[in-house]
Each structure stands twice: as structure tokens, then as C-alpha cells.
């Protein structure tokens, strides 16, 4: 996004240098990366950056309003609701697609949001191999809040591992070792401490929880949790198998279950301000917009895009059986602001945040990218480009350090 920076970048861009940036990618943990990675990094003017900035700060605003957890207690499914709910989420990702407004200025606006994490670990670790491979200067950086690697890190440890013991806290997913984001898991452990362990490796005694390790017993504290529930919903007797992590347990959330509900689609109809896209929910629209055409139908409680109604009919609207579970979205278009060689390029950029206990309120610090020239920006829809896929933003700062 900044032209000067961009040309100089594509000038110098070669096939065997991507081939290297993968090789170092795919060779620091034993996981295989199992998306595809963009051939560059976004780099972002100061103008943009303080626009991302200022979007982010109007959402959060609403998150941490006092009847936030009354507005949103609809939003957690019966049967996923966790017990031992705490006050605040550790980690917020506010997804903002980069379009162009009346005036043509390059703005962002609000996707989608999600009150879990996301590759806190990796996106750190994809900056430092996109500059070294590259040859980047070193205060290109793609953290926030005056954030340096060392500190980025310090902080992390501070979210999810707090005041316990690194082997006390384990990173848990359903499946670990077949998850896309598995790398993002080994690297996380290997900076945190982190042991990383999946859903069926808890074992309870009691009311506590523990996972075995070279035959002893390790109790466990916290669980820096990275299941959705939304992959174990096909097997309804699940929990008749293995340990039901809803019931009340002697251990914390980081972050708690009931989040990822709590911020999502749901919180959209309750976010004002030029970076959010008009919301809705269903039950409550007061007549069938006339430009349709312009809107999104997106069901609540659906994961990675299932169920999404891009080109919107009236009868689509009349036919849904639980309009209270849907919304309305005004829909967002991308501008393709990335130069590749070969054409223009979409953008979406994921601001994430970090909220360790003791803080008032979360610390956006650091980021996520990701490139289309598809109809959106999923990965179905880019398999066959390059030029597309996961990257980082990167801005200009003084304060960042090697």
C-alpha cells in the first residue's frame, strides 16, 4: 500500500527467493504449513495504519461497555455453554476487509470478529522469516501498541500463562496434530513453554484436570483453549467418551469458551461508527431492504463461513424458519489495493489483541493478513492464484527492535 515500497519489493522479487522464505518456513517446527502463504507482505502507509487503529478502538469501546455480557448472553448455544465463565476475554480478532469509500479513500471495515485467538505465535515468526528472507529493514514491524518482539512475547506469556508454570498451562485443541494450524501450536510451545495436547489427552481426578507426560501425572491450571466446538458437533455423544470441559472444573480459561460466542457475527447489530457495515438481525428488520444486492445473510451460529448467502433473494429472507439466529450485513466490497505483478490484489487484515488478567482493558498487538483475487477471501476460492494467502502487515516503526 505504499507504491514506492511495493515497486521496490516486486522489482527485486524472484521465484527462488519465495521457494527459500517457504523452505524456512516448513523447517523450524516438524508441522508441514497446511495453507497457503502469500509471496509478500502488506506494507501499510501511517495514514492506514491510524484508520486500523482508530476502527479497533471504536469495537472495543462496545466490549467494554457494562451490559456487554447481557447483550450478548443469547448468543451462547446451550449445549456449548461453559461453566466458570470469567469477566473478559484474553483475545479479541477484529477482521477488517480494505475497501475504497464515497471519496475514494482506502478505509477498512468490519467483517467479522471472534473473541478467541488466532496465530499468536506464528504471525510473529512469519514477520521475522518474510524480512530476513527478503531482506527487509528492520523497522518494518507488524506489531502495535509501541510492541518490539521481546515485549510482544513478554506479553503473551503474561495472557496465557500468567502466574503458573509453563508445563502447568497446555495449549488444547481437538486432534492437535491434524490441525491446519499445528504450526502455529509447536511454535508457541517452543517460545511459551506451552505443552500442546489434544481434547482427548485431559484426564480428570476429581474436579481437576491433568494430562499424562512420561507416565506422571500433570495437573493442569489452565487451558489456553484453541477448540471450536463447531468440529466436535458431529458426534453428539462425545462427552460420554471423554471429559466434559463444560461441567464446573478447578481450572481457567484462556480464554474462556462462552467468548468465542459473546464476540462474533452476533455483536455486529450492536457496533455503530463509518467502519462498521450496516447489521441487522432478522427478527428485528423492519422491511426487505430494496437493494438486496448489497447485502450479506449470514446465520449466527455457523463456523468458517458455512451457510453464508452472498447473493441475497427476498425469498431467501421469507423462507429462513429462525430469523433470530441470522443477520443482515451490508455487504463489504474489497479493493484490490496489493500490486502483484500480474494485476491488483483483495486485502483483509485481523487486528489481535491481547487482554492478560490485571489489565483494564486488551492491548492490540499484533497482526494477521490475508491476500484473494477470489470472489472472497476463503481459501476455496484462491486455490488456483498466487500471489494470495496468509500473510502479516507491516508498519514502519521506531520502537521496533531485532
Not at 518456513?25 to 509471496?39: G, H, M, P, Q, W
Not at 430469523?323 to 463489504?332: G, T
Amino acid at each position: 500500500m505504499i507504491p514506492s515500497t511495493r515497486q521496490s519489493f516486486n522489482q527485486n522479487f524472484s521465484e527462488e527467493k519465495y521457494q527459500q522464505f517457504l523452505k524456512k518456513l516448513n523447517t523450524t517446527t516438524s508441522a508441514k504449513i497446511d495453507f497457503r502463504v502469500a509471496e509478500t507482505p502488506v506494507f501499510l502507509t501511517d495514514d492506514f495504519k491510524d484508520k486500523l487503529i482508530n476502527a479497533g478502538d471504536e469495537i472495543i469501546q462496545t466490549i467494554l461497555q457494562p451490559d456487554f455480557k447481557h447483550l450478548t448472553e443469547r448468543s451462547i448455544p446451550d449445549k456449548w455453554r461453559v461453566a466458570n465463565e470469567n469477566g473478559h476475554p484474553h483475545f479479541i480478532a477484529l477482521d477488517f476487509g480494505v475497501c475504497k469509500d464515497s471519496q475514494g479513500d482506502i478505509v477498512p471495515k468490519l467483517i467479522e470478529l471472534q473473541g478467541f485467538p488466532s496465530l499468536y505465535g506464528f504471525q510473529s515468526f512469519l514477520s521475522d522469516t518474510y524480512k530476513e528472507t527478503y531482506g527487509l529493514d528492520d523497522n518494518w514491524s507488524p506489531y502495535f501498541s509501541g510492541l518490539d518482539r521481546d515485549s510482544y512475547f513478554d506479553l503473551l506469556k503474561k495472557t496465557i500463562i500468567g502466574p503458573y508454570q509453563p508445563d502447568e498451562v497446555v495449549l488444547m485443541d481437538v486432534n492437535v496434530l491434524n490441525q491446519k494450524t499445528l504450526i502455529d501450536f509447536l511454535i508457541t510451545e517452543k517460545l511459551i513453554g506451552t505443552p500442546v495436547v489434544s481434547l482427548n489427552d485431559l484426564k480428570q481426578d476429581g474436579t481437576k484436570l491433568y494430562y499424562e507426560l512420561n507416565g506422571e501425572k500433570k495437573f493442569i491450571k489452565r487451558i489456553y483453549n484453541r477448540l471450536i466446538f463447531d468440529e466436535i458437533d458431529n458426534d453428539p455423544e462425545i462427552f460420554n467418551k471423554i471429559v466434559d470441559i463444560r461441567q464446573p472444573l478447578d481450572v481457567e480459561w484462556i480464554t474462556h469458551p462462552n467468548w468465542f460466542y459473546r464476540i462474533s457475527k452476533f455483536t455486529m447489530p450492536f457496533l455503530k461508527g463509518d467502519y462498521i457495515p450496516k447489521t441487522q438481525f432478522l427478527h428485528q428488520l423492519d422491511h426487505i431492504p430494496a437493494d438486496l444486492e448489497n447485502y450479506v445473510l449470514k446465520p449466527l451460529f455457523s463456523f468458517a463461513g458455512q451457510g453464508v448467502i452472498i447473493d441475497v433473494t427476498e425469498n431467501d429472507i421469507t423462507n429462513i424458519i429462525d430469523p433470530e439466529n441470522w443477520i443482515l450485513q451490508e455487504k463489504v466490497s474489497y479493493e484490490p489495493v496489493i500490486q502483484a505483478p500480474d494485476g491488483g490484489v483483495k486485502m483483509e487484515i485481523r487486528l489481535l489483541y491481547l487482554w492478560p488478567n490485571g489489565n483494564e482493558k486488551p492491548v492490540l498487538a499484533i497482526n494477521l493478513a490475508r491476500l484473494s483475487r477470489g470472489k472472497t477471501i476463503g481459501v476455496r476460492y484462491n486455490c488456483d492464484f498466487d500471489w494470495v494467502g496468509g500473510t502479516v502487515a507491516l508498519a514502519k516503526s521506531k520502537t521496533y527492535t531485532k
